[in-house]
């Protein structure tokens, strides 16, 4: 994040370059780890041209200025985009708002990029199952394809240590993040 908020401040990277090249990786490899949820592609490019301008008018808002990140499905987020928990009944499950950590990062222009795989009700079905997930079991890039990710945090893990985001939230319960 640091390296990154550096070029974008500086003016080097362009945050819709940036917001590009991580939905294109998310769209395209995110599948490879069971990661994604939902891509937030309008919403995310949206974002990363309101922060571009910004920057380029010289009001950068910090070191999140720009820089696009991912959600464990758990969050709520508005704008018609599924909050699912893991659970394959609550596909179309949307909200009005958004959860106040989402609020937050976006306030200090982080770029909401996709929310992300997880088990099932945040352990539901308990962690020791990688099939508690709709979306499959998470997929640990560095387990040569066959490592799960495991943990309700799964998505967030995979999608992080595969380079898909920059950064990604997560909740620990019993093992979320600590798994992953």
């Known amino acids: 994040i640091r390296e990154l908020s550096n070029l974008i401040r500086d003016k080097e990277v362009s945050p819709v370059e940036l917001a590009n090249l991580f939905l294109d990786r998310l769209e395209t ?57 893991g659970a394959n009944p609550l596909r179309n499950q ?40 709709f979306t499959g079991p998470g997929i640990s890039p560095w387990g040569n394809g066959m490592a799960w990710s495991g943990g309700s945090s799964s998505g967030s893990g995979s999608a992080v240590g595969a380079g898909l985001v920059p950064f990604a939230i997560g909740s620990e319960t019993w093992g979320s993040i600590l798994g992953p």
């Open 94 to 133: 949307v909200f009005d708002y958004d959860a106040t950590a989402i609020r937050n990062l976006e306030a200090a222009g982080a770029i909401l990029a996709a929310k992300l795989a997880m088990v099932e009700l945040a352990g539901g079905m308990g962690y020791r199952q990688p099939n508690a997930a």
């Open 29 to 85: 490899l995110g599948p490879n780890y069971n990661a994604i949820v939902t891509l937030t592609r309008e919403r995310a490019m949206k974002q990363a041209q309101k922060a571009e301008k910004e920057i380029l008018e010289d009001t950068y808002r910090g070191s999140l200025h720009g820089i696009p990140f991912g959600v464990k499905d758990l969050l709520a987020t508005s704008g018609n985009i599924p909050t699912t928990w």
